[in-house]
């Protein structure tokens, strides 16, 4: 459709900041349908990918206010996903009355659903979905950054603060498409694979499971409603970490 390929072009150049496009229904391309495969980043990739976000803040730390926006924006957007584990749904739903500064926690009690008539905020399908989690410190520290700079946003264009935590550039809630493409942005911009945003969910299971959490403890904090889904991403990343380390052995050790 020559028309969302325009306002792709431009959200690229960051001339806009959502594709209107975006909100028509279709049929799920075969790409989006990708997203929902085991896809994560290890430790090393997070790393690169989380220096080339706070180089990106830091260069635009005396830029246009737009560009603090932006950059602070994915920042905390993006540090959150993989530090939480939240299924994008819930992040977009997400309001600051829903974090907690003081208990170092965020409540899931909504999420985002598609009707006929476009996304709307619903309540989760499944008990296991309604949770509180514990947030590190930084992410903390970043979240209440960027609380700072989204009221300075909107108070500079004069709109209203709906509460909302990751909003666009009018203080609104991000399609289901418009954080796919931001994510999918930055893979490139940190010169990473794409794991979409689902692909942060999955990260952060490998995070619990690298750390040492037990399965029991893996569901509960991902709201999974039954201990398989945690299972089998287990067996995914497992999997691929062993074939990787593999790799690693026969390029050092390849007689």
């Given at each position: 459709?020559?028309?969302?390929?325009?306002?792709?072009?431009?959200?690229?150049?960051?001339?806009?900041?959502?594709?209107?496009?975006n909100n028509v229904i279709r049929p799920t391309p075969?790409?989006?349908?990708?997203?929902?495969?085991?896809?994560?980043?290890?430790?090393?990739?997070?790393?690169?990918?989380?220096?080339?976000?706070?180089?990106?803040?830091?260069?635009?730390?005396?830029?246009?206010?737009?560009?603090?926006?932006?950059?602070?924006?994915?920042?905390?957007?993006?540090?959150?996903?993989?530090?939480?584990?939240?299924?994008?749904?819930?992040?977009?739903?997400?309001?600051?009355?829903?974090?907690?500064?003081?208990?170092?926690?965020?409540?899931?009690?909504?999420?985002?659903?598609?009707?006929?008539?476009?996304?709307?905020?619903?309540?989760?399908?499944?008990?296991?979905?309604?949770?509180?989690?514990?947030?590190?410190?930084?992410?903390?520290?970043?979240?209440?950054?960027?609380?700072?700079?989204?009221?300075?946003?909107?108070?500079?264009?004069?709109?209203?603060?709906?509460?909302?935590?990751?909003?666009?550039?009018?203080?609104?809630?991000?399609?289901?498409?418009?954080?796919?493409?931001?994510?999918?942005?930055?893979?490139?911009?940190?010169?990473?694979?794409?794991?979409?945003?689902?692909?942060?969910?999955h990260t952060h299971a490998s995070l619990l499971f690298?750390?040492?959490?037990?399965?029991?403890?893996?569901?509960?904090?991902?709201?999974?409603?039954?201990?398989?889904?945690?299972?089998?991403?287990?067996?995914?990343?497992?999997?691929?970490?062993?074939?990787?380390?593999?790799?690693?052995?026969?390029?050092?050790?390849?007689?």
């Open positions: 459709m020559l028309n969302t390929k325009v306002m792709n072009y431009a959200i690229s150049l960051e001339l806009v900041n959502n594709n209107p496009f075969k790409k989006e349908i990708e997203e929902d495969k085991i896809k994560f980043y290890t430790l090393n990739e997070l790393k690169q990918l989380f220096e080339y976000l706070d180089n990106k803040v830091k260069h635009h730390s005396n830029g246009k206010l737009m560009q603090k926006y932006f950059s602070e924006l994915d920042l905390a957007l993006f540090r959150f996903l993989t530090y939480s584990g939240l299924r994008g749904s819930e992040a977009r739903a997400l309001e600051w009355p829903d974090i907690n500064f003081s208990d170092k926690t965020v409540t899931v009690n909504k999420n985002m659903s598609l009707t006929k008539s476009g996304f709307i905020v619903s309540t989760p399908k499944t008990k296991s979905s309604y949770r509180t989690i514990t947030l590190d410190d930084k992410t903390l520290k970043l979240l209440k950054k960027w609380q700072l700079r989204q009221k300075e946003m909107l108070f500079a264009n004069g709109l209203r603060d709906n509460n909302i935590v990751f909003t666009n550039l009018f203080g609104e809630r991000f399609t289901r498409q418009d954080l796919y493409q931001r994510a999918s942005r930055l893979s490139k911009a940190a010169n990473l694979h794409t794991i979409g945003v689902h692909g942060f969910r690298e750390a040492g959490a037990s399965m029991k403890e893996a569901q509960v904090r991902l709201g999974h409603s039954n201990i398989e889904m945690t299972m089998n991403i287990y067996t995914h990343v497992t999997k691929e970490a062993t074939e990787k380390t593999v790799e690693k052995l026969m390029k050092f050790a390849n007689l």
